[in-house]
């Protein structure tokens, strides 16, 4: 990030244009400023001074100033590549039209620097949001990323070389005043003759390193700027987990997630390797040429040869990175490396659906040909057991989904944030099965395991929440503990003992405090309207509520939440205005069309209420639930035959979901068909685990097809 300047300009700015979707934007120089005409946020082409430029290569963005502080990043974009690929204007959501008010126009909240970028690019860096006033005052003491950001305050190493005596000398003992990165521990890396990789001779002491980087070189969101050197990383951030629209099934990166997601799930992490193993901590490079970084620790008379990459030497395929790092190109032009340093898996290509890097050189082939030849030339490993079969399997809701990831979690030898991931897919399957190994979670080593375990309980009955969760009020993590204070927020006062009711005190402030740091974001606002929700403060939550709306106009649960409010308040007139709002402007939402759907049948409007649960249906194929509501609505709309069809397709799909399959059970017997409805009872039996009530509604249909008095009191 620096100011404008010839020396930091990358594009020319002599009145080239960019078209695109009947917007022209005009680049040009006038007083010495550089200048960008374009669409402001009323739509009509403005001037705008470039404030700064963001980035270097392989792309430069330029940054906008708007009222109250603002500064946006402009999405018609300077590709500094050579040419003639680059050397080029282009946007960065060429297939969208887009108007200001939408999410993706550079005027709104999602490209907005102070909230989205300044964090990870400028030294000391305060945001400095204004919620009453909805403005910025950000600050920092760098405009880029300087040593203090990475090493603490420079004051402490000022009171340092203060004490060196009159001839340089350091006390004995005296600390440098800069926080150390590295592992200074002594350690050194030895080669397995054996396997040809090298091993550190003792454990990593400390994962100070690693964490400090994953503040900026990971999908996370922030929870204070208040960060401080050698602290987790969980007590200022919250990592994302591997969640199905930043990453595929077996880890690998999908949407922009940069680093640290993938290479917690690597054996390289697990081995002790840090990022300034391979990086130059100090500067934009590798600490050598690709592959040389990679033989410092694989020896090349055993891995760059044609018997283990199985290709000719020099050709792509022989290159480290080709198979273990592939590529995914973000922001259209900029080329990023997974960095879970994993064995290429066709097979996994073929069982779910995940890419691999074969297909990179060989397009033309199938992924089963690539699963036959990795099979031959390793025939021990080609197909073994991978932890992206149960991510998959939870996540469309297979038959064995709970059973896999119970054995997911409880296998410590897994990655701590594919365990994590596991946790929070068990979300479905809360029963007596998956139970003790939840409670296990919520006291793992691992915060990630930990955090997606308060997540999970959190919407447990009251008192197993209470016993759960309570301890984790004193977790020594940030992120744990706030979240284990929200899920107890309206506990009655007497429920906890007062050492628990103080630190539930506390930890409550801390999240709050996070949530009016994020203000904003509609996010934050929602959290706060919730709480107040469930205090029964209705004021205070429809506040946060149009907060919300007003900040991010396209933001759908907060229009559904304050619908939601409205019908509490018997007010179900100013949820439909506020839903039907919400679907003029952001129309294929499918929570929206849901929620009024739901609604509407509150309101007696049946065809109405069809219509727009049907719609949300077909916005959302792949979700059970989608597919449950619009079944539950036919029936209810006297279509019995086309909620039992329905309801058989998304069995099928999703053959783990009880919800979907019980209510075919029940909709199959009271067609009078007890055969199918028994068939199915029992399916219904051999994915519910322990849980009794399958096991008595199948007992009820086979005592009915022998003629004997159903039981009393049908679950």
């Not at 102070?114 to 005052?137: P, Q, V």
């Not at 009159?166 to 440098?176: H, K, S």
């Not at 929440?465 to 007497?494: H, M």
Request: net charge neutral.
């Amino acid at each position: 990030m620096e100011t404008p300047s010839s020396a930091s300009v990358e594009a020319p700015f002599s009145g080239e244009t960019f078209a695109l979707h009947l917007v022209t934007s005009t680049f040009s120089r006038r007083d010495g400023k550089y200048v960008a005409r374009t669409d402001g946020p009323d739509g009509a082409l403005q001037d705008f001074d470039v404030a700064y430029t963001f980035g270097v290569y392989p792309l430069q963005q330029y940054l906008l100033p708007l009222p109250g502080g603002r500064l946006q990043t402009l999405g018609v974009t300077w590709d500094a590549r050579p040419a003639p690929a680059g050397q080029r204007w282009y946007h960065m959501y060429p297939s969208t039209p887009l108007r200001a008010g939408d999410v993706q126009h550079w005027t709104s909240r999602s490209q907005n620097w102070n909230f989205m970028c300044a964090d990870c690019h400028s030294t000391n860096l305060r945001k400095g949001y204004i919620a009453a006033e909805d403005r910025y005052e950000t600050t920092w003491t760098g405009l880029n990323v300087a040593c203090e950001a990475c090493h603490g305050p420079a004051s402490r190493h000022v009171v340092w070389a203060r004490q060196r005596g009159p001839n340089g000398q350091v006390p004995a003992g005296a600390d440098v005043g800069l926080t150390k990165l590295g592992p200074e521990d002594g350690a050194a890396w030895r080669f397995d003759a054996a396997t040809g990789i090298a091993h550190r001779d003792r454990p990593l002491p400390s994962r100070v390193e690693v964490e400090m980087c994953a503040r900026c070189h990971s999908r996370r969101a922030q929870l204070t700027d208040e960060y401080q050197v050698g602290r987790p990383l969980a007590d200022t951030h919250r990592p994302s987990l591997l969640d199905e629209d930043l990453y595929f099934a077996d880890g690998q990166i999908r949407d922009e997630v940069y680093e640290y997601g993938s290479f917690l799930q690597s054996r390289m992490y697990a081995s002790g390797v840090t990022c300034s193993d391979c990086h130059e901590p100090h500067k934009p490079e590798l600490a050598a040429p690709s592959d040389q970084v990679c033989q410092r620790c694989h020896q090349p008379e055993k891995f760059a040869v044609p018997s283990h990459h199985h290709h000719a030497s020099d050709s792509a395929g022989s290159g480290c990175v080709s198979c273990h790092m592939p590529v995914r190109t973000y922001m259209t032009v900029d080329d990023r490396r997974d960095h879970s340093f994993r064995v290429p898996r066709p097979d996994l290509t073929v069982k779910i659906g995940t890419p691999n890097a074969c297909a990179a050189c060989h397009a033309n082939r199938t992924a089963t040909w690539a699963a036959d030849q990795v099979r031959a030339w390793f025939p021990s490993r080609g197909s073994a057991p991978h932890y992206g079969e149960a991510i998959a399997a939870g996540r469309s809701a297979a038959a064995d989904a709970e059973s896999r990831l119970l054995s997911l979690i409880g296998n410590a030898s897994a990655p701590g944030i594919v365990r994590a991931t596991a946790v929070s897919l068990l979300a479905r399957w809360i029963d007596p099965e998956s139970g003790p190994a939840l409670e296990r979670a919520a006291g793992d080593p691992d915060p990630l395991v930990r955090m997606a375990a308060v997540d999970v309980l959190s919407t447990l009955p009251e008192a197993q929440r209470l016993r759960v969760l309570a301890p984790r009020l004193a977790d020594p993590v940030r992120a744990v503990r706030i979240e284990a204070a929200r899920a107890l927020a309206t506990a009655p006062e007497n429920a906890l003992p007062p050492g628990d009711r103080a630190r539930l005190a506390t930890s409550l402030a801390e999240w709050e405090q996070v949530q009016r740091f994020n203000a904003d974001t509609a996010g934050a606002r929602l959290s706060l309207g919730a709480l107040f929700a469930e205090r029964g403060d209705v004021e205070r939550a429809r506040q946060e509520y149009e907060a919300a709306r007003r900040l991010e106009p396209y933001f759908a649960p907060a229009a559904v939440n304050l619908a939601d409010l409205y019908r509490v308040q018997g007010r179900d007139d100013a949820g439909e205005r506020v839903l039907r709002e919400a679907l003029a402007r952001t129309p294929d939402v499918a929570s929206l069309h849901r929620a009024l759907g739901l609604l509407l049948v509150r309101r007696k409007n049946m065809p109405e209420a069809l219509a727009e649960i049907r719609r949300a249906a077909e916005l959302a194929p792949d979700d059970p639930d989608a597919q449950y509501t619009l079944a539950v609505a036919l029936y209810s709309s006297g279509q019995p035959r086309a909620a039992v069809d329905l309801l058989d397709r998304t069995s099928r799909a999703h053959p783990g979901d009880r919800a979907v399959l019980a209510a075919l059970v029940n909709y199959v017997r009271e067609s009078g068909n007890l055969a199918r409805a028994q068939e199915l009872a029992e399916r219904l039996v051999d994915v519910s685990g322990s849980d009794p009530s399958a096991q008595a509604l199948l007992d009820e249909i086979r005592r009915a097809r022998a003629g004997s008095k159903p039981s009393e009191g049908r679950p």
